[in-house]
């Protein structure tokens, strides 16, 4: 194992508000409608989903479950979420274009996040947001 990930399994793992934190300096897409929706931005999207994570929130969630970043980025089921934190953290336009492609083919939500999760995991998106960490 290169020496860089055997440091990053050694670390403690990632909160939701350590992830909150970052994506909240991050740059915001372009506005947009979602009817029915609060957010109009994908990142605002994020901040409000992580805002109560670890309460049941508007998502019915199980509170007091105390789950980190990794799980967050793992469950959730809008491919636009993921589609937008993707290249906004700064991970390799080639994985950006792949992770597009892949979430092309699945029929539903949760089976395009999957994909896309499969081009670009957790970790490729931490190290993103937390480079030389």
């Not at 399994?9 to 909160?15: A, H, L, Q």
């Not at 699945?106 to 998106?125: F, L």
């Given at each position: 194992?290169?020496?860089?990930?055997?440091?990053?399994?050694?670390?403690?793992?990632?909160?939701?508000?350590?992830?909150?934190?970052?994506?909240a300096r991050l740059p915001a897409d372009r506005p947009?409608?979602?009817?029915?929706?609060?957010?109009?931005?994908?990142?605002?999207?994020?901040?409000?989903?992580?805002?109560?994570?670890?309460?049941?929130?508007?998502?019915?969630?199980?509170?007091?479950?105390?789950?980190?970043?990794?799980?967050?980025?793992?469950?959730?089921?809008?491919?636009?979420?993921?589609?937008?934190?993707?290249?906004?953290?700064?991970?390799?336009?080639?994985?950006?274009?792949?992770?597009?492609?892949?979430?092309?083919?699945?029929?539903?939500?949760?089976?395009?996040?999957?994909?896309?999760?499969?081009?670009?995991?957790?970790?490729?998106?931490?190290?993103?947001?937390?480079?030389?960490?």
């Open positions: 194992m290169p020496r860089s990930e055997n440091k990053r399994c050694n670390r403690k793992p990632r909160t939701v508000r350590q992830l909150r934190t970052v994506i947009r409608e979602y009817p029915g929706k609060l957010f109009k931005t994908q990142k605002e999207h994020w901040l409000g989903w992580l805002k109560y994570y670890n309460t049941e929130g508007a998502y019915g969630r199980r509170a007091g479950m105390n789950r980190d970043a990794r799980y967050a980025y793992n469950h959730i089921v809008e491919p636009k979420m993921l589609l937008w934190l993707i290249p906004a953290a700064g991970v390799k336009p080639a994985l950006v274009r792949a992770a597009r492609a892949a979430a092309k083919g699945p029929k539903t939500m949760m089976a395009q996040s999957a994909a896309v999760r499969r081009v670009v995991p957790w970790e490729t998106v931490e190290a993103a947001l937390w480079p030389g960490e």
